[in-house]
């Protein structure tokens, strides 16, 4: 019975060596403050991508594009970086996208980092933009109110989920529509403060709002040795 314990404690340490469950955690820095966010390992080509752009540098200094208060911020157009001011923005992009990896454990609480894409006629996979993310902010939701949602998209918010709906807030109605990857662990005094800007009649904000950069603090690896 010994050697039969000894040999399971031998393999249970076999494989916790060939495999690590580190997290990414990333700063999106702006104008008017840093944002962390950790991204979700159960989007791995979402998290990759991301990963793989703010090595490139790919997001510094484009903009964060569109804002509406209560809703959400988003940002990564690559046509945002040089823009004249008024120019609507919105259509600018690598030519790839990253196919939806929907997960019922990763919904729109406040503070979600998600992939922007094409409405559903012509993309009705739901893929996602290579570069455009958003922030979302949204606002809280009754009992009442989350109940209606869910008779109108034929599906059940988690018990989590809806519990940061109720006090948090979030945009439950996004749910299972557009891949959620990563989470806001700090800063969402940032986020609040970016969601009160003027904008225009196209959501774009009056004073352009940067993307200074995206770092990589902490980087997921899967290690095999």
Do not use: W
């Amino acid at each position: 019975m010994k050697s039969k314990i000894l040999i399971i404690i031998a393999l249970t340490f076999v494989l916790a060596s060939c495999y690590s469950t580190k997290e990414t955690i990333v700063k999106i820095k702006t104008d008017y403050g840093d944002m962390s966010f950790r991204l979700y390992n159960q989007t791995p080509q979402h998290r990759d991508n991301f990963i793989k752009l703010a090595k490139n540098h790919t997001f510094d200094s484009l903009l964060f594009h569109r804002v509406i208060k209560d809703f959400m911020i988003q940002g990564g157009d690559i046509n945002s970086k040089h823009a004249k001011p008024g120019v609507m923005l919105g259509n600018g992009d690598l030519g790839y996208t990253v196919p939806a990896e929907f997960d019922s454990t990763l919904f729109h609480g406040k503070g979600a980092l998600a992939a922007a894409r094409l409405g559903d006629q012509q993309n009705p996979k739901k893929a996602s933009s290579a570069t455009q993310f958003y922030i979302a902010q949204g606002k809280s939701f009754s009992d009442d109110q989350l109940d209606m949602m869910e008779r109108g998209m034929k599906r059940k918010f988690p018990i989590k989920a809806r519990e940061i709906y109720k006090t948090l807030g979030g945009t439950p109605h996004l749910d299972g529509s557009y891949t959620v990857f990563g989470q806001l662990i700090e800063g969402m005094n940032v986020l609040d403060s970016i969601s009160k800007v003027k904008v225009d009649p196209n959501d774009r904000p009056l004073k352009d709002l940067h993307i200074k950069s995206v770092q990589i603090v902490k980087e997921y690896r899967y290690k095999h040795k």
